[in-house]
């Protein structure tokens, strides 16, 4: 069974519409109980149909290792789409040799189904359970700054002057800029938004 957050199912799911109709996928990685806390993203390198392919690599894959290493995960495998096909390993997807295949299918594109199978000697698939879980009581953190992530209905604008006020408070020379009263009626400015 693996466990994901409704953030890293968010990622990966914007990734597969955005990029629809063409394949896109990436690694995930996560701890021994099957808790995924690490997606990486990654271009299509297929050489081919890219409506029916997606290909790495050999640098993405030892950047996927790499990025499981430095942040002491074990790298569970691939994930990809498939746009216009089932959510289950082709061929060529079990002849790849990955423990674990994570496949999106976007066959019904505004309801995809997000699927992981454990790939058995012999090349036989199970189906394994996936969990998605809410993201309440979790810090999401930016492997590049190093700095929690907030929520993206934040607007940058706001996330930009928040990241200043926190940065000021830590550095211990808090100046909070005097506001004129607003509206109480104004709104706030939030956004809510292969075939096998």
């Keep these: 069974m693996f466990i994901i957050t409704q953030h890293q199912y968010d990622l990966i799911m914007r990734q597969a519409q955005e990029n629809y109709p063409y394949e896109t996928g990436g690694v995930l990685c996560g701890s021994s109980d099957g ?3 690490g997606v990486l993203p990654l271009y299509n390198q297929a050489g081919g149909d890219q409506h029916k392919e997606f290909g790495m690599s050999a ?15 074990i ?34 594109r505004y309801n995809p189904e997000f699927a992981a199978y454990s790939v058995l000697p012999g090349r036989a698939v199970i189906r394994e359970d996936i969990q998605v879980v809410n993201d309440n009581g979790i810090t999401v953190i930016d492997i590049h700054t190093g700095k929690p992530k907030l929520s993206e209905s934040v607007s940058t604008l706001e996330m930009g002057k928040l ?3 926190i940065d ?6 808090a100046k909070y800029p005097r506001l004129s009263p607003k509206n109480k009626f104004e709104a706030s400015r939030f956004s ?4 096998a």
């Design 59 to 73: 640098d993405d894959i030892l950047r996927g290792h790499e990025f499981a290493k430095k942040h002491g995960l």
């Design 75 to 108: 790298f569970f495998g691939v994930y990809h789409t498939h746009p216009n096909g089932i959510a289950y390993p082709s061929d060529q997807d079990i002849s790849n040799n990955q423990r674990f295949l994570f496949i999106i299918s976007l066959r019904d």
């Design 35 to 37: 808790v995924i806390k």
């Design 192 to 195: 809510f938004n292969t075939e």
């Design 168 to 173: 000021a408070i830590v550095d211990e020379r």
């Design 163 to 165: 990241h200043t006020l």
